[in-house]
């Protein structure tokens, strides 16, 4: 499913509720608006919402019966939150300006920020996972504010979900007055907690992601390879000489594949170039070269023009080997032959060397194209020229293989992901909101932060109303063009 359908699908969706909406309310009016009342229902254009007070006296009663623990809890959580996950929000998003508008600095090898969007870089297959991860962070985050506002008895009013388009998003509703009439510190605690809760949820994914091969070790094996579980309909693998559904992995160009972490890594380096060791024997029997070869694009040509399967080989010898081959011989040979037994390479790391009697044959092709072999247990190895990429992109792998079958409908690697979304999408919904930005967490702790210099310093309210004005204006200018940049480029820019 690509991002044009889910977005037909989830328009769609909006456009039938909105019909009913509009029926009821114009033939049923008081027993629908009765309805929605009573329910905490809202319906808008491209989103709804559910608001509730059954929630409130339970959270209070919680939060006071751990009040000595959560006290110590919150006090630890906003000075976390504003003496080190501030600075790094402030200095990831300048990072991101840096990266995208300054070719003289690069700092793409330290991160990357993305926009993630299911159908464009997530597998419109994941789209369960995308919600349930931005509902858990989201529900957690709005936690920590009910939490510690009980902690300070401040009235919470009522909890509740709005769903805008397919992203979920909890919210707590505060007494206003009862909470402006604080203290700057209790304040802070309150606007600080949900970061601080967002910020321990993804840690506490990203130790359970890690742990997750020791947990499942039971009930399933692993460090033997990954398994092929699908192929999308697009896949240049997809079809008989490639790769098939319940194939095993071994390796990537020699590269041994374990796990789901040296698959990604052997795709990784995919990129190097590399030569095959070859017998002279075989070269002699089996050379199809033609008498002229054609050079286009730094590409040599020795193979018949309609020969699918030949590739042209260039000789690669060290130096020091007495009876090399002169540079710039060719021979055209066929790969799949060639690494039918066992697949020797040859870098230039090592010096193009290989064993005795042996040739190191290079494969001349353009700058963007790879030859990739990918070894499977007990089967022939499958060639694809191409980009790496290509794979990553178009083929999914589990590292879990089940000890019984009765636990074959469940894998672990389901479980991992959707610690690995919690995880990212925590980490973002708590970067966004320390930012100073307009109507985030951000907004209110930029203020309680420029009160309380203000008090240090003896200031009047004007110093407070035009820093805190300045502050929210400058951070929400950055803040804003910067998302939707990201969402641009991530979905018209980049090829995921």
Excluded at 14 to 40: E, R
Excluded at 137 to 165: K, P, R, T, W
Excluded at 316 to 343: F, H, I, T, W
Aim: net charge negative; aromatic share 16%; proline share 3%.
């Amino acid at each position: 499913m690509s991002f044009t359908i889910l977005c037909s699908f989830v328009l769609t969706f909006y456009v039938v509720i909105w019909f009913f909406d509009s029926f009821f309310k114009s033939c049923m009016h008081y027993p629908y608006y009765a309805f929605l009342d009573g329910t905490g229902l809202k319906i808008g254009i491209l989103n709804f919402s559910w608001t509730t007070t059954a929630c409130n006296r339970f959270i209070y009663r919680w939060s006071k019966n751990l009040a000595r623990i959560l006290r110590k809890w919150f006090n630890f959580g906003y000075i976390f939150t504003i003496g080190l996950f501030l600075p790094f929000s402030l200095w990831t998003l300048l990072s991101i300006i840096f990266e995208h508008f300054n070719d003289t600095i690069q700092i793409d090898n330290v991160f990357e920020v993305k926009a993630m969007l299911p159908g464009v870089n997530i597998h419109a297959s994941d789209f369960w996972v995308y919600f349930l991860a931005i509902g858990c962070s989201s529900i957690f985050h709005e936690l920590g504010h009910a939490a510690a506002a009980s902690q300070e008895d401040v009235q919470l009013v009522s909890v509740g979900v709005y769903v805008f388009a397919i992203i979920p998003l909890a919210f707590v509703q505060l007494n206003t007055e009862h909470l402006n009439s604080l203290s700057i510190t209790k304040r802070l605690k309150i606007y600080c907690a949900g970061v601080w809760h967002n910020i321990t949820l993804a840690f506490f994914a990203l130790l359970l992601f890690f742990s997750a091969p020791i947990l499942f070790s039971i009930a399933y094996q692993t460090d033997i390879g990954v398994r092929v579980t699908d192929l999308t309909d697009d896949s240049p693998l997809r079809d008989a000489r490639g790769l098939q559904v319940g194939d095993i992995i071994t390796s990537i160009n020699d590269c041994h594949v374990k796990n789901s972490k040296d698959w990604s890594y052997c795709l990784h380096v995919a990129h190097d170039r590399f030569g095959i060791c070859t017998s002279a024997e075989y070269i002699a029997q089996n050379d199809e070269i033609m008498m002229e070869t054609i050079k286009e694009n730094d590409v040599v040509e020795c193979c018949r023009k309609n020969d699918l399967y030949s590739f042209c080989f260039e000789y690669m010898e060290p130096k020091a080997v007495v009876d090399s081959v002169l540079p710039g011989q060719y021979s055209c040979l066929k790969p799949r032959d060639m690494v039918k037994n066992k697949l020797i390479k040859c870098t230039e790391t090592n010096g193009y060397s290989c064993p005795r009697n042996m040739h190191c044959l290079k494969p001349s092709l353009h700058n963007q194209t790879y030859l990739i072999i990918v070894e499977r247990q007990d089967d022939n190895a499958v060639l694809y020229l191409g980009l790496p990429y290509d794979i990553h992109k178009t083929v999914f792998v589990d590292q879990y293989f089940p000890r019984c079958a009765i636990i074959s409908f469940f894998s672990p690697s389901q479980f991992e992901k959707l610690l690995r979304y919690i995880f990212i999408f925590s980490m973002g919904i708590g970067f966004l909101n320390v930012l100073p930005c307009y109507g985030t967490d951000g907004h209110h702790i930029a203020r309680s932060i420029i009160q309380w210099l203000a008090k240090y310093f003896n200031k009047n309210g004007d110093f407070i109303t035009f820093f805190t004005v300045f502050t929210i204006f400058v951070g929400t200018g950055i803040t804003v063009p910067i998302l939707i940049f990201l969402f641009y480029k991530a979905i018209f820019v980049d090829d995921y």
